[in-house]
């Protein structure tokens, strides 16, 4: 059975008892709430990764671990009546991928410990306290540090025929965290002496819109409603005909031409590592938070090709993979 049939079983299969799923009736239990589709790949990908994390710390599904799987595909109200499902089936500890995720379980509980993973600036969105100490019952892996914003921007003048304008682009009813990450970039941007103009989207409309921006370049934050509507984001750039950067290489690996982005599967490891400690008698409130360590340039070179643009031969060098 691939991943999508495996996930798709699990959905269904998730409220019956332990007797019946062949499960030990003292297995604990894991809820992973995720901003993504259960089919998406990359929801795949991080849904292997943490299985295969899990095992290597001891825990094994069917065995001393019950995993129950909730996806929103990127759907505010999807996500809501998922996070009511978790919680009813009573879990242990629960695992929430994305800022809406976090959002959504803390309203609904003060007691189960929740582990992040790809969040933003959780401290100014209320998840902790502050990063060495969280407080309360929530601590995880932020996929995000101050200035990181500030070098998505950076590529973009490295690109040949110069850039002068760039359309920051972002969903503002799902990402609260944008006025930090616009700070940064409209400082960084003085320096660099280029324009920067937000362009908030929220839509099929709006995202569309962005085809007949033929005046500058792109730069796309970090956004689960940017992600789940990645196809159509690509395609309006590759009909404006414009340089873009990207904070996830999910992007570049669909045709986009750059992006720095941290390593999310790094990311789901760790997280691994702090539900296994909790399991075993640690408090959230006494784990920090923890910043991203690995980081990732991915440039595709075709991509470059297809849009007429060369770019710098210090930024190719540095780059962690180039797509030929």
């Given at each position: 059975m691939?991943?999508r049939?495996c ?11 332990a007797?019946?799923?062949?499960q030990?009736?003292?297995?604990a239990r894991?809820?992973?709430l ?11 990908a ?10 290597g ?13 909730r996806?929103?595909?990127?759907d505010r109200a999807r996500?809501?009546?998922l ?6 089936l ?5 695992l929430?991928v994305?800022?809406p995720?976090v ?9 189960i410990?929740?582990?992040?993973a ?5 401290v100014s969105?209320?998840f902790v ?11 995880g892996?932020?996929d995000?540090?101050g ?7 950076e590529?973009?003048t490295?690109v040949?025929p ?5 359309l920051?682009?972002?969903n503002p009813?799902?990402?609260?965290f944008?006025?930090?990450m ?9 320096t660099?002496h280029?324009?920067?103009e937000p362009?908030?989207v929220?839509d ?9 921006r033929k005046?500058?370049?792109i ?20 009909e404006?005909?414009v340089?873009a950067?990207?904070?996830?290489r999910?992007f570049?690996d669909?045709?986009?031409?750059m992006?720095y982005?941290t390593d999310?599967?790094e ?7 702090y ?8 408090h959230?409130?006494?784990l ?7 980081f990732?340039?991915?440039?595709n070179?075709?991509?470059a090709k ?8 210090g930024?190719?060098?540095i ?6």
């Amino acid at each position: 059975m691939n991943r999508r049939g495996c996930l798709a079983l699990l959905g269904m299969t998730a409220a019956l008892p332990a007797a019946v799923l062949g499960q030990q009736p003292n297995a604990a239990r894991l809820g992973v709430l995720s901003v993504t589709a259960a089919d998406d790949a990359i929801g795949q990908a991080r849904s292997t990764i943490l299985v295969e994390a899990l095992a290597g710390q001891g825990w094994k599904e069917r065995a001393n671990l019950t995993i129950d799987w909730r996806s929103g595909g990127g759907d505010r109200a999807r996500i809501a009546q998922l996070a009511d499902e978790l919680i009813a089936l009573k879990p242990d500890i629960l695992l929430a991928v994305g800022t809406p995720s976090v959002e959504e379980l803390r309203r609904r509980t003060t007691t189960i410990p929740i582990v992040f993973a790809v969040v933003t600036d959780p401290v100014s969105q209320g998840f902790v306290e502050n990063l060495a100490h969280p407080g309360g019952n929530i601590t995880g892996f932020t996929d995000y540090d101050g200035p990181l914003a500030g070098k998505w921007l950076e590529m973009l003048t490295q690109v040949t025929p110069p850039v002068r304008r760039v359309l920051v682009v972002y969903n503002p009813a799902t990402a609260p965290f944008a006025p930090l990450m616009l700070r940064t970039i409209e400082d960084a941007a003085r320096t660099l002496h280029v324009m920067v103009e937000p362009a908030p989207v929220h839509d099929a409309a709006s995202i569309g819109a962005l085809a007949s921006r033929k005046d500058g370049a792109i730069l796309v934050l970090p956004d689960f409603f940017t992600m789940a509507n990645r196809a159509h984001l690509l395609a309006a750039i590759a009909e404006a005909r414009v340089p873009a950067v990207f904070w996830s290489r999910t992007f570049v690996d669909e045709g986009g031409l750059m992006s720095y982005s941290t390593d999310s599967a790094e990311q789901l490891r760790r997280a691994a590592d702090y539900i296994d400690r909790i399991l075993k008698g640690a408090h959230a409130a006494d784990l920090p938070v923890q910043n991203p360590t690995k980081f990732e340039l991915t440039i595709n070179l075709k991509a470059a090709k297809e849009l007429g643009i060369t770019l710098s031969a210090g930024l190719l060098a540095i780059a962690n993979d180039v797509i030929e």
